[in-house]
């Protein structure tokens, strides 16, 4: 008589079977029946698939936030795998790029400021982690009045929150390891080494709201295209994902900078500097006020945004080609506008 699933005792079902399945297949197990709903409820098993995907999480204070999350692990991991992916659809592409905050009451009455951000930022070659940190950014009067942006350096200490160096924190729970390419010492890397690059590198960057108890992954996992500084030698890999603005007309992007340095001789490439910036569709640089409205729009907006594994580099440019269209036809717009109210002066300023 053949076995079925309720003849197998649960703690081999917990300790030797669940642990081999990744997290998505985890969460479809869990639908299959109450039984395996409960089972596949431990949090243990959800610490364990989330830590060995992201192994900056694995940091006290970074596990002592998550515990406090309505389901644990588990409403970490379902917060931040796999990516955003923005529904354009529902965008007005002829809308403004963006509007800021009046006051900081916009913030007050559906969106509780954090005291703190929290980084965890994983890059993988070939699945080999090479870069993992995990940053702390204080939320501060400077923070929200200055241009937004978190810049993770080579050194010890990374600069946050603004371009002035408000906010520095200690960089902790450190990795750093090789990529094991050879490229010229002089020139970098070529063209067949940037586009290995592409399909070899991901990038993840959880931000962490531990007051809501909320976490979103703002990395567009691959990058979006790669290049090769001839002046500096460094190679720039940039990844972006497009979020949904205060309003229904409105998108911003999220762009993330990997900048890689070559070892001696050519032999091996570094991560120098990993950098977060948002943009508004006119290219400017969003503050940290605006930049806490655009986290709650993707906390509170979820109908605007879907949560997919974009596996396909061609889906992936599309995506990036269809925000770059959007900009330009707003960016025309606004010419359009200037110009049509300069012509409006002339005219009532003519003798």
């Not at 998505?24 to 431990?42: F, G, H, I, K, N």
């Not at 990516?83 to 509007?99: F, K, Q, T, V, Y």
């Not at 450190?174 to 399909?199: C, F, M, N, W, Y």
């Not at 050519?266 to 640089?285: A, I, S």
Request: glycine content about 6%; overall charge negative; aromatic content about 8%.
């Amino acid at each position: 008589m053949a076995a079925t699933l309720a003849d197998i005792h649960p703690d081999i079902i917990q300790t030797q079977i669940l642990p081999l399945l990744d997290g998505r297949s985890l969460s479809s197990t869990a639908a299959a029946s109450p039984r395996l709903q409960t089972l596949c409820s431990d949090d243990t098993l959800w610490s364990q698939i989330a830590t060995s995907t992201w192994p900056s999480i694995a940091h006290p204070r970074v596990q002592e936030v998550i515990s406090t999350f309505p389901a644990g692990h588990r409403s970490f991991f379902e917060d931040s795998f796999p990516a955003l992916i923005a529904d354009l659809s529902r965008r007005n592409p002829g809308g403004r790029s963006w509007s800021a905050p009046k006051s900081d009451s916009d913030l007050d009455h559906s969106f509780q400021t954090p005291s703190e951000l929290i980084s965890a930022v994983d890059i993988r070659y070939l699945d080999d982690v090479v870069y993992s940190r995990v940053n702390f950014t204080e939320i501060t009067p400077d923070f929200l009045t200055s241009a937004f942006g978190i810049e993770l350096n080579d050194d010890d200490v990374c600069i946050s929150t603004n371009r002035s160096g408000f906010g520095s924190t200690e960089v902790v729970n450190r990795i750093t390891r090789s990529i094991d390419l050879t490229v010229d010492e002089i020139e970098g890397a070529d063209q067949p080494t940037l586009s290995h690059l592409k399909q070899s590198i991901t990038l993840n960057w959880i931000l962490i709201d531990p007051t809501r108890k909320r976490a979103c992954n703002l990395s567009s996992i691959k990058p979006v295209f790669a290049r090769q500084d001839w002046v500096t030698n460094e190679t720039h890999l940039r990844f972006v994902t497009v979020l949904p603005g205060s309003d229904p007309n409105e998108i911003v992007k999220c762009g993330i900078k990997v900048v890689l340095g070559v070892g001696e001789m050519g032999v091996g490439l570094y991560v120098k500097k990993v950098v977060l910036r948002m943009h508004d569709l006119d290219f400017g640089v969003l503050n940290g006020r605006e930049f806490l409205v655009i986290l709650r729009g993707v906390f509170l907006k979820e109908k605007d945004m879907r949560r997919r594994k974009v596996v396909d580099d061609e889906e992936r440019w599309k995506c990036y080609k269809a925000l770059e269209c959007v900009g330009d036809r707003a960016l025309e717009e606004k010419r359009a506008r200037l110009g049509l109210m300069k012509c409006v002066k002339h005219k009532f300023l003519q003798p």
